[in-house]
Nanobody, 115 residues
């Protein structure tokens, strides 16, 4: 059974940092581009960042460019999102999936940034 499990969220003050992890199981994701997405209260899910299969190419939403860094460890079947200089508008539930999304969504991990 394919499963994506996000972790690492929490409550942080504006300007702080968090590192999210996405552990995949059920199959290898080493041949897939992966992405991070987020959903703020009352809003739809939006794209945050993308990384290609090898980790050699990344792409970010304008809202997080320069502050967030996506990376991956194919040996561990895990994708990461380093989030620095966090802002209150980054508050959301964060999810990972292939990019474009192919698999069922996990439960996500809550990130709350206080002002």
């Amino acid at each position: 059974q394919v499963q994506l499990v996000e972790s690492g969220g929490g409550l942080v003050q504006a300007g702080g940092s968090l590192r999210l992890s996405c552990a995949a199981s059920g199959r290898s994701y080493s041949n897939y581009a992966m992405g991070w997405f987020r959903q703020a209260p009352g809003k739809g899910r939006e794209f945050v960042a993308r990384i290609n299969w090898s980790g050699g190419s990344t792409y970010y939403a304008d809202s997080v460019k320069g502050r967030f860094t996506i990376s991956r460890d194919n040996a561990k079947n895990t994708v990461y999102l380093q989030m620095n200089s966090l802002k209150p508008e980054d508050t959301a539930v964060y999810f990972c999936n292939t990019n474009p999304p192919r698999d069922s969504w996990g439960q996500g991990t809550q990130v709350t940034v206080s002002s």
